[in-house]
Antibody, heavy 119, light 110 residues
Framework: QVQLQESGPGLVKPSETLSLTCTVS????????WSWIRQPPGKGREWIGY???????NYNPSLKSRVTISVDSSKNQFSLKLTSVTAADTAVYSC?????????????WGQGTLVTVSS | QSVLTQPPSVSAAPGQKVTISCSGS????????VSWYQQFPETAPTLLIY???KRPSGIPDRFSGSKSGTSATLGITGLQTGDEADYFC???????????FGGGTKLTVL
């Protein structure tokens, strides 16, 4: 069974870049779609985007100009970078994986990690 | 406010049946598959239903999904206290080109 674990700074300053990594265990990173999803405190979930093992990515249009999701097959990891963050980017960030091309069908989720944007 | 609308809470007695609705539009539920998830506090969500009606391996047949028009429904029969959790729906939106999530429904088994 695939297990996902997010890691990265829990505090990021405004205007800086949020960087998170998701480590995949129990499965090969070559076989799935890898996604990031976030949920601001007290608000609904928001899909950030996904990357496929060949590097193809697709992002939420509302975040597209600031987001990069990439895969490091040698480390069985994938990562999220979100630039020019503001307080509105404060959220629990979760990594996830899908075996299907249906991006809403998420087979495995990480526990999530809270990232706070504050000076 | 989520584009996919779910009731904030539902409740029923042990052994009874409950349904949870997820309402959307033609650009999302009306023309795309719906998935359902179960989430207990402080844990990662679990996929319950995909492709509107299918259950992943290991999910009991007490859980079922259906879709009609621009709404989807999750049904749970033979309720158990262990079913108390948050349930949310998800689907692709062809107009917005993004995955949408419902706001979640808290199930209480009285």
């Amino acid at each position: 069974q695939v297990q996902l674990q997010e890691s990265g700074p829990g505090l990021v300053k405004p205007s800086e870049t949020l960087s998170l990594t998701c480590t995949v265990s129990g499965g090969s990173i070559s076989n799935y779609y890898w996604s990031w999803i976030r949920q601001p405190p007290g608000k609904g979930r928001e899909w950030i985007g996904y990357v496929y093992n060949n590097g193809y990515s697709n992002y939420n249009p509302s975040l597209k100009s600031r987001v990069t999701i990439s895969v490091d097959s040698s480390k069985n990891q994938f990562s999220l970078k979100l630039t020019s963050v503001t307080a509105a980017d404060t959220a629990v960030y979760s990594c996830a994986s899908s075996t299907s091309g249906d991006y809403a069908q998420i087979d495995y989720w990480g526990q999530g990690t809270l990232v706070t944007v504050s000076s | 406010q989520s584009v996919l609308t779910q009731p904030p809470s539902v409740s029923a007695a042990p052994g009874q049946k409950v349904t949870i609705s997820c309402s959307g539009s033609s650009s999302n539920i009306g023309n795309n598959f719906v998935s359902w998830y179960q989430q207990f506090p402080e844990t990662a969500p679990t996929l319950l239903i995909y492709d509107n009606t299918k259950r992943p391996s290991g999910i009991p047949d007490r859980f079922s999904g259906s879709k009609s028009g621009t709404s989807a429904t999750l049904g749970i029969t033979g309720l158990q206290t262990g079913d108390e959790a948050d349930y949310f729906c998800a689907t692709w939106d062809s107009r917005l080109q993004t995955v949408l999530f419902g706001g979640g429904t808290k199930l209480t088994v009285l």
